[in-house]
């Protein structure tokens, strides 16, 4: 495994790499649901590029990038057994040199939901995923359902600016008892934690409400939202159901739809959804 930090030496490694190449970009912190993503990668793709960057410019709150847990020897060590061919790992006067001023804005799709509740986040993400595209020219790219909202942006981006990059959606990853992994968890104690369970509860009650008919998108998202404001230790963000691609409100819960939530616990944002529709995650067995 090779490790570049400069771009001139990921451009030398990456022009070594066999195609198809198949890129994870991460903010490194690994847990089980990067490791998804990267057997995923591996599986499909003659060659995988990981990327490991904490990018400033998502991050709307200081203290939440102050506070982003790192490890990047344990990053390392967790790309090299899960079969990367390469890591790109700059720093940020790499990535953000002096004068770099060029921002991409999402638009709608990246506006409310998470944009609202985080100003500027997804500028942040769209510009520095459109850099490491460029940077790594992927066959494919690799994300994670857990931020479905991310999906659509970058795939929203994909589009309008034609980059050559086609995108694997891979299944949330979630402990045993229902919690979607984050690298934002290891900060929640116990008893956070706990109530940190209530998103996933709440989205499975919806969840089996579809199942039962329920089409009333209020109705269902009114069930996670119950859910998680009975969680004293939880504040609510937001539990809406949406179109799954677009993201637009939905006049009848049916498919393709995202039934997306967001809570903040002990100064901890945390998100969560379902999606139901065909064809939307890889389906390939892990
Ligand atoms: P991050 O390091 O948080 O920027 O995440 C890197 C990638 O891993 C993104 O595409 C995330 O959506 C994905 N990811 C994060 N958590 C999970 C999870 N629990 N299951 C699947 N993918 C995830």
Known sequence: MIVARTRTSLHEARARLRGPVGAVPTMGALHAGHLALLRAARRREHSVI??????????????????????????LAGFETSGVDLVFAPSVEEMYPDGFGTSIDPGPIGADLEGARRPGHFAGVATVVAKLFNLTRPTRAYLGQKDWQQTRVIDRMVQ???????LVIVPTVRDADGLALSSRNVRLSAEQ?????????????????????????????????????????ATL?????????????????????????AAEIGGVGLIDNVVLGNGLLDEIAP
Do not use: C, M
């Open 160 to 166: 309008d600016l034609n980059l050559p990059t086609d």
């Open 237 to 261: 963000g937001y539990a809406e159901v949406r179109h799954a691609l677009t993201l637009e409100p939905i006049a009848a819960a049916e498919p393709p739809l995202v039934i997306a939530v």
């Open 50 to 75: 990981a990327t490991l960057f904490v990018n400033q410019t998502q991050f709307n709150d200081p203290s939440d990038y102050a506070a982003y847990p790192r490890d990047e020897a344990a990053d």
């Open 193 to 233: 934690r706990q109530a940190a369970l209530s998103l996933s509860r709440g989205l499975s009650l919806a969840h089996d409400a579809w199942d039962d008919d329920e089409r009333s998108p209020q109705a269902l998202a009114d069930l996670v939202k119950a859910t998680v404001q009975a969680e004293p230790l």
